[in-house]
């Protein structure tokens, strides 16, 4: 599942790969203890499954990311992306319908215009709400390798996409041409060590970006520059903590989001052990690190035995960019206040948390006797895990999904 | 939901993560699971090359593992040639519990094992998997190989799944780490990068904007 909030909706996808949309209700103004709840608001299908015949394999109509545009009129758009494609969807209401045709029954069937004697004015009358997603563009065939990002501009006309070797540009009006922006691909595949692994635009300069690589740094870009950006304007980068180096150093240094805070001062990214949060003038280093799940250093084997060492988890800023969000295992997600210092581990399930009842705080026992209402590490279940977690720009709601579930977390209301 | 072997930690283990290793634990184990992860890291990638379209950050990562080892494992002097018809079964436990690689290089320092300690060991547990560094992974000059396993009689203690593995991939004759992506690529990637327009594989190939044409059919829907 990957939720994301825009205001009053939520997108999901479901594991048959639709797109649901929640719609917040309007707040109850006779119970004002209970904000709006989210209830369905559309579901489509975003990809069908394509088959590329001359590799003779199957597209996977799988989405990988979702993003909302923003919002210019009444409509609302976003744009989906499979693993080689992106489309954008517009999704439109429809309340009232037009009655009382001329030449039209009510039905659509025509009539005979000898049986007209009078004229009236057709008008609109109230309806049933009904939501339409319809398919506005689709951006193909600029990819070879698997996308995993898409990130739209601030000039809210183009948008980059971004798979394991390079970065295109695009402008939403125009599907049948993109530019190539970053290529990373070595003249011989066979000197391949580094992917990229996201990308995002800044949230206010439309000539910047960033793109992180599986050896965990970042580049920031300027499309001004050079019409290629291989050049990065800046590199970010923490040097190796040489008393922590294993096998599995490079791994778990591999980025596996990036995101900007809303004020584009600060970057946060994602490995797999820790969240840093960057401030961009300076690259030698973050200026905060916060462990997510420190316990698990010692069972890193484990892990890239059975995988998990390569789940890619995303991050997220709350609307005022003083806490940050990430998801672990055991259906555990965590929050990291950056002004207070402190954080919180709670679960998202539904045997431990009763619908509208307050949070319990978890703690993982990393090592030593364990206190009552502490989980031991090995306790933990890595088939249960958090990859995606959204919070509202604007309020404290936040979506978090495991496998099965779309939970939905707001703030006690007094 | 943790590999076999995985031993719980005593309360006094965990505290001595810290504080180096108790004297216990024996020198050779460390090549022991170096070995394995070794040999499970190529396992993965022979798997992650099965795949039509592999997940290229997965296979790059992975590779980049083997690579590290292989130097490691060069340095140590540990990395030579095996004969094909070792002898004896490995042990059951041939996928132990590696946990003793997750621990820090400092931690590690009392108990590297010297060059030569315990190899003849080491060398009855190759699976017969044929590697061929390149000389871009190992410094030292010798080149050695581990040969495409003819018989699959000493592979004794390995599951039955991974025999399977190793059936299906008699025919392979990719040796380095490189060339597995080399295959990959070739097969998968080039005729793709030529209907995309993508002329040349080096970035400065790409002075000007490179222009992607979509096939005719792809435009404004709706």
Request: proline share 5%.
């Given at each position: 599942l990957n939720p994301i909030i825009q205001t009053r909706k939520i997108i999901y996808l479901s594991e048959i790969w639709l797109v649901v949309i929640f719609q917040q209700e309007q707040e109850n103004k006779i119970q004002s203890h209970s904000r709006g709840e989210y209830n369905v608001y559309s579901t489509f299908q975003s990809h069908e499954p394509e088959f590329d015949y001359l590799k003779s394999l199957e597209i996977e109509e799988k989405i990988n990311k979702i993003r909302w545009l923003p919002q210019k009129n009444a409509a609302q758009f976003l744009l989906s992306t499979n693993d080689k494609t992106i489309k954008l969807w517009k999704i439109s209401e429809r309340d009232k319908r037009p009655e009382g045709y001329n030449l039209k029954e009510e039905d659509g069937r025509y009539r005979d215009p000898t049986t007209v004697t009078t004229l009236r004015v057709p008008v609109f009358r109230p309806m049933d709400l009904m939501v339409e997603a319809s398919p506005r563009r689709i951006f193909a065939n600029a990819h070879t390798y698997h996308i995993n990002s898409i990130s739209i501009n601030s000039?809210?006309?183009?948008?980059?996409?971004?798979?394991?070797?390079?970065i295109n540009l695009w402008h939403l009006e125009i599907t049948d041409r993109s530019f190539n922006i970053v290529d990373i691909k070595p003249a011989n595949m066979e000197e391949l060590t580094e992917v990229i692994t996201a990308a995002e635009f800044h949230p206010n300069?439309?000539?910047?970006?960033?793109?992180?690589?599986s050896k965990g740094t970042i580049r920031l870009c300027d499309m001004r520059a050079s019409a290629l950006c291989d050049r990065h304007s800046k590199l970010f980068e923490e040097p190796e903590d040489p008393s922590n180096r294993s096998f599995f150093s490079e791994i778990i240094s591999s980025i596996s989001d990036v995101k900007f805070s809303h004020s584009g001062r600060y970057m946060m990214t994602r490995d797999y052990l820790s969240v840093k949060i960057w401030d961009l003038n300076m690259e030698n280093r973050p200026v905060e690190t916060y462990q997510v799940h420190e316990y698990l250093r010692s069972k890193l084997c484990s892990l890239y035995e059975n995988d998990c060492i390569f789940d890619k988890f995303e991050c997220c800023w709350n609307g005022s960019d003083s806490v940050v969000m990430t998801g672990s295992y055991n259906n555990f997600f965590r929050m990291f206040d950056r002004n207070t210092k402190r954080d919180i581990t709670l679960e998202a399930s539904r045997e431990n948390n009763k619908p509208r009842t307050v949070l319990k705080p978890r703690k993982v026992c990393a090592s030593g006797k364990r206190k009552k209402d502490e989980i031991s590490v090995d306790s933990?279940?890595?088939?249960?895990?958090?990859?995606?977690?959204?919070?509202?720009?604007?309020?404290?709601?936040?979506?978090?999904?495991?496998?099965?579930?779309?939970?939905?977390?707001?703030?006690?209301?007094? | 939901m943790f590999a076999r072997g995985l031993k719980r930690k005593s309360p006094e283990d965990g505290e001595d993560m810290e504080g180096g290793l108790?004297?216990?634990?024996?020198?050779?184990?460390?090549?022991l699971q170096r070995q394995s992860l070794l040999d499970m890291s190529l396992v993965k990638l022979q798997l992650c090359h099965m795949l039509v379209e592999p997940n290229l950050c997965r296979s790059v990562l992975i590779a980049n593992t083997v690579r590290q080892i292989q130097e490691e494992m060069s340095q140590d002097g540990t990395?030579?040639?095996?004969?094909?018809?070792?002898?004896?079964?490995?042990p059951l436990d041939r996928l132990v519990s590696t946990d003793?690689?997750?621990?820090?290089?400092r931690e590690q320092e009392g108990e590297?094992?010297?060059?030569?300690?315990?190899?003849?060991?080491?060398?009855?547990?190759?699976?017969?998997?044929?590697?061929?560094p390149s000389a871009q992974a190992l410094r030292s000059p010798q080149s050695s190989l581990w040969e495409v396993d003819s018989s699959r009689e000493n592979r004794g203690g390995f599951q039955k799944s991974l025999d399977q593995i190793?059936?299906?991939?008699?025919?392979?004759?990719?040796?380095?780490?490189?060339?597995?992506f080399a295959d990959v690529d070739s097969s998968y990637y080039d005729l793709d990068a030529v209907l995309t327009g993508m002329v040349g594989s080096t970035p400065s190939a790409h002075a000007n904007r490179c222009l992607h044409p979509a096939s005719p059919a792809a435009s404004l829907v709706g």
């Open positions: 000039d809210y006309e183009t948008y980059l996409s971004a798979d394991d070797l390079r300069s439309c000539n910047t970006f960033v793109y992180s690589s933990l279940d890595f088939n249960k895990k958090i990859l995606h977690t959204a919070w509202h720009p604007k309020e404290n709601i936040i979506a978090v999904a495991t496998t099965n579930n779309l939970y939905i977390f707001q703030d006690k209301v007094n | 108790a004297g216990a634990r024996a020198t050779p184990s460390y090549s990395w030579r040639v095996v004969a094909p018809q070792a002898a004896g079964r490995a003793i690689l997750c621990r820090s290089v590297r094992p010297a060059p030569d300690v315990g190899d003849g060991h080491t060398a009855d547990l190759v699976p017969g998997l044929a590697v061929v190793f059936e299906t991939l008699e025919n392979k004759t990719s040796g380095s780490v490189e060339e597995l």
